[in-house]
């Protein structure tokens, strides 16, 4: 469809497949269900006793009326309240240290947090720079509290305005609303810098990862895993590289799905989760378009 080569796109990018969500009637909420329907079976949940629900997306269903309202009703979470929240790519780091926060709170003992994108309704399949990273997924974790020293210990979550305009949809806001001429400009796809992207991608998140291992006493040694957002290949080799981390510790599935952007750290939680054992160091870390950034530092709290 584009002017690039499977070669291209494998040595600069890492990615082999993506999965896309081929029905046009379905959005992210379809995705963000079978997230928890599979959450459901692993752990035998009574989606009743789920106290909140907050569903990170770039891609809702639609405007307005909020996402996780629907799949919170559609889920069977009938004594939840649920609330969208929007941090692009960082938005499962910024939902959990938020779920976190709820749980330590005393107010809340169940809250699940989903992150669900349909990014094939944004991308431009004329664009080369975008349209060979991003696919469609969801994943879906339930934080509960505990008094055994696991789960999330610390976190660093950063924002910078300034890089708005190197990675977003010009068209749909306020600012631009929609028109028959921002269609035809094709103005409501995703755009980047991929360069500026990359650049601010690996300072920024190197930069938190190094801040939480220093203050949690955390080495290339008792770091078991670092889980990093899915969007480049390279970038991810780089964060592992300037850590100092074996290449085995770096969680990696991008080959497999792409940048499904809010979806990305849940699908390696669920892919490696036989690997991972009770008790081990994780830091989870990601980078977003506004700029968003951050990194939360987690203790495994089960074996598989």
């Known amino acids: 469809?584009?002017?690039?080569?499977?070669?291209?796109?494998?040595?600069?990018?890492?990615?082999?497949?993506?999965?896309?969500?081929?029905?046009?009637?379905?959005?992210?909420?379809?995705?963000?269900?079978?997230?928890?329907?599979?959450?459901?079976?692993?752990?035998?949940?009574?989606?009743?006793?789920?106290?909140?629900?907050?569903?990170?997306?770039?891609?809702?269903?639609?405007?307005?009326?909020?996402?996780?309202?629907?799949?919170?009703?559609?889920?069977?979470?009938?004594?939840?309240?649920?609330?969208?929240?929007?941090?692009?790519?960082?938005?499962?780091?910024?939902?959990?240290?938020?779920?976190?926060?709820?749980?330590?709170?005393?107010?809340?003992?169940?809250?699940?947090?989903?992150?669900?994108?349909?990014?094939?309704?944004?991308?431009?399949?004329?664009?080369?720079?975008?349209?060979?990273?991003?696919?469609?997924g969801a994943g879906a974790v339930l934080l509960e509290p505990n008094t055994r020293g696991v789960g999330i210990l610390d976190e660093i979550l950063k924002t910078d305005g300034e890089g708005r305009d190197s990675l977003k949809i010009e068209a749909g806001g306020s600012i631009l609303p929609a028109s028959q001429e921002t269609v035809l400009n094709r103005q409501h796809f995703i755009k980047q810098d991929g360069q500026t992207v990359f650049k601010h991608a690996v300072s920024n998140m190197g930069a938190v990862i190094s801040g939480l291992m220093e203050r949690n006493n955390l080495t290339k040694d008792n770091l078991n895993w670092l889980v990093p957002h899915q969007a480049n290949r390279r970038i991810i080799d780089a964060l592992g590289t300037r850590i100092g981390l074996d290449s085995e510790k770096v969680m990696l599935n991008i080959y497999k799905y792409g940048n499904t952007t809010t979806a990305t750290i849940p699908l390696l939680l669920n892919e490696y989760q036989k690997k991972i054992k009770k008790g081990e160091n994780l830091i989870l870390c990601a980078f977003g378009a506004g700029f968003t950034w951050g990194a939360i530092y987690l203790k495994w709290a089960y074996n598989s």
């Open 1 to 136: 469809m584009v002017d690039t080569s499977d070669e291209w796109i494998k040595t600069r990018t890492g990615v082999l497949e993506r999965r896309i969500l081929k029905d046009n009637s379905k959005g992210s909420s379809f995705l963000a269900i079978k997230a928890v329907q599979d959450l459901v079976e692993k752990t035998d949940l009574d989606t009743s006793e789920v106290d909140l629900v907050i569903l990170t997306t770039a891609t809702p269903d639609m405007p307005v009326a909020i996402t996780s309202v629907y799949v919170a009703t559609k889920i069977g979470a009938k004594n939840a309240y649920a609330f969208d929240l929007t941090a692009a790519c960082s938005g499962f780091i910024y939902s959990l240290s938020v779920a976190a926060a709820y749980v330590e709170s005393g107010k809340y003992r169940k809250v699940l947090v989903i992150g669900t994108d349909k990014m094939s309704s944004i991308v431009d399949y004329k664009d080369r720079t975008t349209c060979i990273l991003f696919g469609d």
